[in-house]
């Protein structure tokens, strides 16, 4: 048995550890209504997808990678003689890509692809990515590489704010959130992916000051009995309020391994400027 690790692009991993690990990607894109596409395999910078997304008229369109582009990954990795393939994907309670990655892999002969739905996205589903790739290394088959993964799943978790509901109500990417909108003047919603892997509301605050107290309170209670955990900062286009929350962290925080990441186009176009998430995963994941 010969096992490969691949995921699509939400999982957002730092591009040394895709070159480290020859990860294959399978991106997603945003469009606007201009026409021009940010595909998460380009390289650009992610301060002018901000602004452009700032200064539409509508909100950007996202798509998932299509059925071909899985079948092109799994069919070259086949023929490099990898007899399994571990396809970490976005969560399917907000993006198509498991199953056009599931529907792709019943499609290929000659290899078994086992994909498998985080439920959530940006670092935590990147996480998923780089354990798995630890499982391969220490000899793992892909059966217990999934059953591992299908256990820690059981773990995580992410928190998230927002400047406004705009973007996640018009994309469709939050769930129960109608008698939100419109009471939010001067208010800070935080929100929450759920085991459905789906955004939910979670409660309303002042100011940005209690969303930040909130993100932390709700994460540091949850992960208090973990005996091994990786903290996520995942911060959107605010850099100082997201660089100074995890500097906050690590100091409150000493003997917790917490780590910074981005989010990308995709995951940005749902959020929406403001956007910032504090995740857990349970293990130790470095990527700083």
């Known amino acids: 048995m010969k096992v490969a690790v691949m995921a699509d692009s939400t999982g957002y991993l730092p591009q040394e550890i895709i070159d480290k690990y020859n990860i ?6 945003v469009t606007f209504d201009d026409g021009h596409t940010f595909t998460e395999n380009d390289q650009f910078s992610i301060d002018d997808f901000y602004k452009k997304m700032a200064s539409s008229k509508t909100i950007p369109t996202t798509s998932q990678p299509a059925i071909g582009e899985w079948l092109k990954n799994y069919e070259k990795l086949r023929d490099e003689g990898y007899t399994d393939i571990i396809v970490i994907n976005l969560s399917s309670g ?105 955004i939910h509301p979670h409660e309303k605050v002042r100011t940005k000051k209690r969303a930040f107290k909130s993100l932390e309170s709700n994460v540091f209670e949850l992960i208090k009995d973990l005996d091994e955990v990786t903290v996520f900062v995942i911060d959107g286009d605010k850099k100082e309020d997201g660089q100074a929350f995890l500097q906050q962290l690590k100091e409150d925080y000493p003997n917790v391994n917490i780590q910074y990441s981005e989010f990308g186009p995709v995951i940005a176009s749902h959020l929406g400027s403001g956007g910032l998430g504090l995740g857990y995963f349970p293990r130790k994941i470095e990527i700083n």
Do not use: C
């Not at 294959?24 to 894109?29: D, E, F, K, Y």
């Not at 892999?105 to 498998?116: A, C, K, R, S, Y």
């Not at 630890?134 to 704010?161: M, P």
């Open 94 to 198: 907000i993006s198509g890509s498991y199953q056009s990655a599931t529907q792709a892999g019943e499609m290929v002969d000659g290899v078994n692809v086992h994909t498998f739905d985080s439920r959530l996205a940006a670092m935590i589903e990147g996480s998923f990515v780089i354990y798995a790739i630890q499982l391969v290394e220490k000899g793992y088959t892909a059966k217990e590489i999934i059953n591992e993964l299908t256990d820690v799943r059981e773990h995580i978790g992410a928190y998230l704010i927002v400047d406004d509901l705009k973007n996640l109500q018009k994309s469709g990417r939050i769930t129960g959130a109608q008698a939100w909108v419109g009471t939010l003047l001067k208010m800070k919603p935080v929100l929450r992916f759920e085991e459905d892997g789906k």
């Open 24 to 29: 294959p990607i399978a991106p997603l894109s």
